[in-house]
């Protein structure tokens, strides 16, 4: 008897909620088209393949001749279809009700397309956790698939790893595969003969073992040189006709061909965990450099692939910690998911809004990795929207005018504001500074604080690495290859000390310039920016009015005087505006003389392209959205984005200098490091000369109107 073992090819293709079409489209024609095509020129080649929903709803739209395609291949027993949650969540960080709502919703629309049982999905990013399997096994789904590095944590060696394996939770189970990593660098980046030779090692006489390879389609065309690669060199075919060459000991199959045929390996519990990549991103930088630091010496050490295996690196839900901003849209999404589940679910309305909710569940906008993640807003803007407008249907016949509601939103204990009306919808967090933390315009469904504060990255202290040019002719894993998008980025490393939110409020030294600002190399003269406030609110009958109030030092004339900021926020019925009022008391011996700025950030959706601009008195146009300046004696500012169609403009009742700059990033996604505008910033200035015992006043207005 000849040594033999089955062999499940699996592809993961996905494109986020709000990914640009254009995008989507190359995808389409670089990866997803060419690959299906090559699949259809050889009936006897068997795939397992996953389409998130968000993309399968696009290719429905735009591609439908794609949908005839898959049902083809479908209906020949070539393709296994996987489901999964609808629109690509990360599962650990749903509750129970939408985890199952996105995966029966998603069967339920694969059955209609397709007419065929969904037995198994996958896990977006491989994000595991053992409660899942209760979840999964609740959705009706019987398999899923998850890296070997899962299993090699939980202890098992490389030939216990040629088969799948029954896991349990509360008396439910579910079939787990293991996926090989070093599969995932081979293929389609090594040439086809090395991964035989990878078969041949694993082959027995029983023919019992099943090698599984499951990754991104997108690998096959869209990563950086892939496509002339995959495609143009023939790598598929040539992989393709290898595989078929050697039918006679390699087994082509599905999932669920290998359940139906063979027995399980066993019983496993898996610790928590994902890709072994995706835990390193997960780190703190600090902690991450020591991780890669000693994960690398150990390839030098005899012994060191026997500690490799049990380095599992961070903790997904860290993503949370890592970026405060992934926490607030998380605390957004979970905020809006119980008003939803409080909702009426007879009604048309429900299931409109259940789909925005889970539409906003889309898990890319949440992290960050070697991917754009959370540093695209443009992701970012689409989730938000969504959960905006579930929101906006869950309140729908409830209470109109203006009222609040007090509740730890991001759960830290801490209380968070919430104040809503008609119009828009915004979020203080006393805790920190006074801020403004989210402020939703409902008639354009956006986030005008969809903002994200510049940081430190491991890769940065890449950008200058000349390894990472654009300059490699060969095909390589994304992990391996990062070229710089664009040049000078290293110039723009600048890193912030606190979240681009609202009513920051800010004392500066004397000569601060708006350079200074910009690149936070200037020194705080108050104790302000980041520092709790009390709060006492008012229902009145059209309004809701909320007292922020602290009191703290500014440095002034060689002095620390002790004064006393309150800020009066006023949001009447049914308006789109916000009215500050801010009074500083000197409660010191000493006259307070300094600079006092309010800090306002604002997100539009690009800063220099056509219709994004500044206006200031008489509609006078001063510039993009990108631009760095400082304003001199200015009581009004008006911000526009034409594509958003909307304008926000601020106002003040005593002249003051402003400065005006852009807040952006430098991030790496699979097309490599780039430079992202993520919000502008505008802070309006004054000069204060208060007496002991004395107060200062000014009247701000923050409203905005569509165009």
């Excluded at 959705?139 to 698939?145: C, F, P, R």
């Excluded at 992290?367 to 443009?378: A, R």
């Excluded at 609202?502 to 708006?514: A, Q, R, W």
Aim: with cysteine.
């Amino acid at each position: 008897m000849s040594k033999k073992i089955n062999l499940i090819l699996a592809i993961h293709n996905h494109q986020p909620i709000g990914n640009f079409d254009n995008v989507i489209s190359e995808a389409y024609d670089k990866a997803y088209k060419p690959f299906l095509d090559i699949l259809s020129k050889y009936p006897s080649l068997k795939v397992s393949i996953h389409f998130s929903g968000c993309l399968l709803e696009w290719i429905v739209i735009n591609k439908p001749d794609m949908i005839a395609q898959i049902r083809h291949l479908v209906n020949r027993n070539q393709i296994e279809l996987m489901g999964g949650g609808f629109y690509e969540p990360i599962m650990v960080m749903l509750p129970e009700r939408d985890r199952i709502g996105q995966i029966k919703r998603y069967t339920e629309y694969l059955q209609k397309y397709f007419v065929r049982k969904i037995r198994g999905m996958w896990v977006p990013e491989r994000v595991w956790e053992q409660n899942l399997t209760k979840t999964f096994a609740d959705a009706n789904m019987e398999y899923t698939v998850l890296d070997d590095s899962h299993f090699k944590y939980a202890g098992l060696e490389d030939h216990q790893l040629l088969g799948y394996y029954v896991t349990e939770e509360q008396g439910r189970t579910l079939k787990i595969f293991p996926a090989s990593e070093l599969l995932r660098y081979y293929i389609p980046f090594e040439e086809p003969t090395k991964c035989i030779e990878y078969f041949k090692s694993c082959a027995t006489e029983g023919g019992d073992v099943t090698i599984v390879y499951a990754d991104d389609g997108e690998k096959f065309g869209v990563w950086p040189k892939t496509y002339d690669h995959v495609y143009k060199n023939g790598w598929l075919e040539r992989f393709i006709n290898v595989l078929l060459d050697n039918r006679d000991w390699i087994n082509l199959v599905t999932f669920s061909e290998v359940i139906d045929n063979f027995s399980s390996k066993g019983k496993v519990y898996l610790p928590d965990a994902s890709y072994r990549e995706m835990l390193g991103w997960a780190l703190p930088v600090e902690a991450y450099f020591r991780y890669e630091d000693v994960y690398n010496k150990l390839n030098n050490i005899p012994w060191g692939i026997n500690v490799k295996r049990f380095m599992k690196g961070g903790f997904w839900r860290n993503f949370k910690i890592k970026y405060p901003e992934s926490n607030l849209l998380y605390a957004k999404m979970m905020h809006v998911s119980n008003m939803v589940d409080l909702m009426d679910k007879k009604k048309d309305d429900y299931m409109a809004a259940q789909k925005e909710l889970f539409m906003g569940q889309c898990n890319c906008p949440y992290w960050h990795g070697v991917f754009g993640g959370i540093y695209l807003p443009h992701l970012r803007f689409a989730v938000a929207s969504h959960l905006i407008a579930a929101e906006v249907l869950a309140e729908k016949g409830k209470a109109k005018g203006a009222h609040y509601c007090i509740s730890d939103y991001d759960c830290d204990t801490k209380d968070e504001i919430c104040v809503s009306n008609s119009q828009m919808t915004v979020y203080f967090k006393p805790d920190r500074g006074g801020h403004i933390y989210e402020l939703d315009y409902k008639p354009k469904r956006i986030n005008l604080l969809n903002t994200l504060m510049r940081r430190r990255e491991v890769y940065h202290n890449k950008i200058t690495d000349t390894l990472y040019k654009d300059d490699l002719e060969q095909a390589k894993s994304i992990h391996d290859l990062m070229p710089s998008k664009q040049t000078g980025l290293e110039k723009m490393l600048y890193y912030d000390t606190y979240l681009k939110e609202g009513l920051i409020d800010h004392f500066f030294e004397s000569g601060t310039t708006v350079k200074d600002v910009f690149k936070n190399e200037y020194r705080e003269a108050g104790s302000f920016v980041t520092s709790s406030y009390n709060y006492k609110i008012d229902q009145g009958k059209d309004n809701v009015l909320i007292k922020l109030y602290r009191e703290g030092e500014v440095e002034s004339g060689g002095h620390r005087c002790t004064v006393r900021i309150i800020k009066e926020i006023t949001i009447m019925d049914n308006a789109p505006l916000i009215n500050i009022v801010y009074t500083i008391e000197n409660h010191s011996k000493h006259i307070c003389d300094a600079q006092f700025g309010v800090e306002f950030n604002i997100s539009m959706t690009a800063g220099d392209a056509f219709g994004r601009y500044y206006y200031i008195k008489d509609r006078e146009t001063i510039g993009n959205l990108a631009i760095e300046q400082e304003l001199n004696s200015q009581n009004k500012l008006g911000l526009v984005d034409e594509w958003l169609g909307v304008e926000v403009l601020l106002d003040w009742n005593i002249s003051g200098d402003v400065f005006v700059f852009p807040i952006y990033t430098v991030s790496q996604s699979e097309s490599g490091y780039e430079l992202v505008y993520q919000n502008s910033s505008i802070i309006p200035r004054w000069s204060l000369n208060i007496k002991p015992e004395d107060t200062w006043s000014v009247v701000i207005n923050k409203s905005i109107k569509s165009l």
